[in-house]
């Protein structure tokens, strides 16, 4: 069966429910602290310097949309992630690199090829 550009454009990528689910939350979450500091879609796209439709994917959960981009947002509306009261996000981030030092720096491949995804 052949598959031609036309029909391989409209097909959506498939995604992870939870990682959609996930993305679309944090999208609905931006747009709330947006309305909260009674931004407009412009106001807020202008300082991130993207386009206001970039905008309108990022509030939709779009998984196409850069990671960084939902960040920059998430922060410029005052979201907060990583965030705990007893452990600061600069010990977090030490922990997770100290963490990572002692892990092997390369993964090998299993001997038969087949890879285990099952979480």
């Given at each position: ?94 922990y997770a690199k ?22």
């Amino acid at each position: 069966m052949s598959v031609t550009k036309e029909s391989a454009k409209q097909r959506p990528p498939a995604h992870d429910r939870h990682a959609q689910e996930a993305a679309t939350l944090l999208g609905s979450l931006i747009r709330l602290g947006r309305k909260k500091k009674k931004w407009s879609q412009s106001n807020l796209a202008e300082r991130m310097n993207i386009s206001r439709a970039t905008l309108q994917k990022l509030e939709k959960g779009d998984m196409r949309c850069a990671l960084g981009l939902y960040f920059e947002a998430a922060s410029l509306v005052q979201l907060k992630f990583f965030v705990s009261d007893r452990i600061p996000i600069s010990l977090q981030l030490d922990y997770a690199k100290e963490i990572s030092a002692l892990l092997p720096q390369r993964v090998c491949k299993k001997a038969n090829g087949v890879l285990d995804d099952d979480f």
